[in-house]
């Protein structure tokens, strides 16, 4: 059974858990911090109802696949298919009312990113991969995503969540490479991947991503043509600091700064 | 003749300028750098079309009165009535493909702003006040728009466009405040002042604002019962640093801590 078969099911993961995650934006929400003593860390209600909508539909389809969600944990994660799922990535964008958080849905096979979606209920737009193309659907059409050429870094656009998320020296690496880009927009969450696909963002930096962060977006990037590694050029699925371009020669440029120069 | 009354021009003003920018938005653009020697400050074709969309109507209907835009100048702007134009404010975000953009239509009577509205074409989202009352047009309906209550920063959603907007001691000054908000989320432009009168966030401080970034939003604001003034609590028409609050209470606070704690 080809990968490619799950995409009408995925199609469906994000209708269902859009129908359950969208009532909740912008409303007052009872707010749970799960941090213990750590940084705040909103987790909402919208979140539960998403994943759980979600689990839901997989167990019932697909009851031997694995789970691992952002909400509820990992179920029988050592399976060959296991969904990775994260109802509402950028929960302070959900929380401020932009319209810049998303649905994560991925699925790996033995352990590596098959397909993924990012799914943005309000604007209504899908943007999805398996690694060797990747689409939009959205308010303006459908359409394959490119990511776009940029040859050198003075020529990038950078995006990082927060330059809060970086802490000592690797604040000063991340400063190096934002010294060296033309310009840098701060504030994108999962929306900066599907941008790098879309050919309007060249590079995205982060740093203290989990999993379900980035997994569900490696085959969109990758599948428009892009690049995506960890900080030193390994495995980026672990999360941790995260390395996104859409054009090789930018990737290699970053990765050469953020070690030191 | 009631201010109200201009109320139905600036729906057409914002529905042909959005046709003129749209077809700009997510496609690879001539890009020209209008600062001399400083920081990138792109300006796109979009920006002059959506300006010059707007001009033409002004021109062709109120012929008396006084323009000043983002792109073109002033002309005329001693007169009772003046438009205030910045056809896409936050061009970072227009130019990252991030929907967080909007066409800024403002009116002043006597030099004081006595109507705005901000439109987001890609959402199709319309927020506008005349200072006593304020109102959402969105895919999800109509409605009145509310700050929300707010009693101290420490409970309160922060939001700046960039931290990098500050420098020297107005970014210490910025980061007292950070420290004692509860959360906060960079990257909004003129979303975020709109997210005050909706009541999803509590606090926008920026700095180096031009007056056609902040005057058309004034009357959007204070129409949901928001307060914004500058820095040192004085008038924000001028631009430079603003402050907008929701809640009276949590401005005060703020002023506070930018004056020195």
Redesign the interface.
Known sequence: MSLIDFSGFVNDLATHSGKAILPFF?T?LAIHDKAHGGA?D?VTEADRAGESTMRHLIRRHFPSHGIVGEEFGSENEDAELVWVLDPVDGT??F??????WGTLIGLTRAGKPAFGMMHQP??GERFSGDGRAARYVG??GERTLRA?SCATLAEA?L?AT???MFEGERLAAFERVEKAA???????DC??YC?IA????DLVIEDGLKPYDIVPLIPIIEGAGGVVTSWDGGDPTKGGGVVAAGDPRVHEQALTLLAGG
């Open positions: 912008r007052t705040f909103p302070r964008a929380m401020a009312g932009l319209p810049l309000f604007t308010p303006g776009r656009t995006s927060s330059p809060r033309r310009l840098t927009r701060f504030g994108c929306y900066a941008m879309a050919g309007h963002v």
